[in-house]
């Protein structure tokens, strides 16, 4: 089974992605398995719109641990078992709390192994931040870490939202060299390029 890893700073809506695309992919409900920091898995069977209920909100680092969906994506005549696994959120400063410090720690170790790496920004926020770089330090350092090898792609998400347009024209010249696919995981919209680009890079 592929492993396809979902990182970016909190907040750009990571899980709603995963979630969305799982969706997407006709599944009406998912077994998230969550990895907590020593390892220890526990699983959930959730219907979508629970799922979206219970693990997606505003508060930063709502997301604590590795959260896994297995799901089938066709690929031409048969079906291919890719495993997503939603991430900590990855700050450029060290935080706080100590188990969120721990948490962004464990989401750095599983990039390396992953043979896919969706790389979430947010559009929106690209959009709105005046003359600055549309995005920060840390989206530039996955890039340079994820993105040195295949199977790595950035969804510019939020494209819903005002602003969006403009920060996905930003976010393409920031990383031009890369595949920057628009994206609402709100909206359900650019899942196709999404799933398309994962069956590509497994």
Known sequence: MKRCMVVGKPNVGKTLLVLSLAEHLKARAV?????????KRQSRTYAIAAAIRDLVGPRPHQTRCLQSVVVEVPAGKGRKVVDLVDTTGLTEHIHQDAEVRRAMAQTLQAIRPAQVVIHVVDAAEAGRVGQGPPAGVIDRQIADF????????????????PDATRGLARLQRMFAGYTVLPVSATAKTGLREVKRHVLRNL
């Open 146 to 161: 994820a993105g040195s090898r295949g199977g790595y792609f950035i969804v510019a998400n939020k494209m819903d939202l």
């Open 31 to 39: 077994d998230v398995t969550f990895i907590d920091l020593s390892g």
